[in-house]
């Protein structure tokens, strides 16, 4: 079956400019999760959306960022005014509610230029 | 939340040699703990996984071990090939709070 999708694939913006990041889940996973990953470096955790409970947000590092899911699958993560430190790998996940294991979408390469 | 501290950053071993990876975690509600790898320019994948009932868990060469007092679990990976080389990731997370925190990773390179 079709595995965690995101996209863009690639996205390149000017410094400034919003951006909306897209994730479709796995169908029937209730568990969503957002990471960043800078060039390099660990998998920062950003957001968790867990079926219709409200989502833990304490990582999200700026009021730019905002991130919902609606109906409970796909989700957007949204950065408003983006500046070139949020240059990064953003990474999707989902899970089962009652099984753990996450699946990773292939990311979407944000680069503010 | 949950802060998960691994070690150590980098690891480099000669093929054939065994590679240990470590983690701790601070919630001791923490009953999940997944390992992840990360080739380059790839999405982290699975490669092993442990809960809080069992001590160890053994899949071919890779294997996991925790310690719920001390709160660490690891990684162990025997007869190293070339091809484990990669960034890998421990995590931990609650089944019933599936806010899942990872490590800052370990670079493995397995020398030929």
């Known amino acids: 079956g079709a595995g965690v999708s995101q996209s863009p694939s690639n996205k390149v913006t000017e410094k400034g400019k919003d951006v909306e990041l897209r994730c479709d889940p796995i169908?029937?996973?209730?568990?969503l999760y957002w990471y960043r990953q800078s060039l390099g470096q660990g998998l920062e955790f950003l957001i968790y959306?867990?079926?219709?409970?409200?989502?833990?947000k304490s990582g999200l590092p700026s009021d730019r960022f905002s991130a919902e899911r609606t109906g409970g699958s796909v989700s957007t993560l949204t950065i408003q005014r983006t500046q070139q430190e949020d240059s990064a790998v953003y990474l999707c996940?989902?899970?089962?509610?009652?099984?753990?294991?996450?699946?990773f979408g292939q990311g979407t390469r944000l680069t503010v230029v | 939340g949950e802060n998960v501290e691994q070690h150590p950053s980098t690891l480099s071993v000669q093929e054939g040699d065994s590679a240990v990876i470590k983690c701790t975690y601070s919630?001791?509600?923490?009953?999940?703990f997944p390992w992840y790898k990360q080739e380059l320019g790839k999405r982290p994948q699975l490669i092993i996984d442990?809960?809080?009932?069992?001590g160890e868990k053994k899949d071919q060469r890779i294997a996991v071990t925790l310690n719920k007092t001390a709160k660490h679990f690891s990684l162990h990976i025997t007869e190293t090939q070339p091809e484990d080389s990669a960034v890998y990731f421990c995590?931990?997370?609650?089944?019933?709070?599936?806010?899942?925190?990872f490590g800052a990773g370990t670079r493995l390179t397995v020398k030929p």
């Open positions: 996940a989902s899970s089962l509610a009652e099984g753990v294991e996450a699946f």
């Open positions: 169908s029937g996973h209730t568990a």
């Open positions: 959306f867990q079926g219709n409970s409200a989502p833990d």
């Open positions: 919630d001791s509600a923490s009953n999940y």
């Open positions: 442990i809960r809080s009932n069992v």
């Open positions: 995590a931990a997370s609650t089944i019933n709070n599936n806010d899942m925190r």
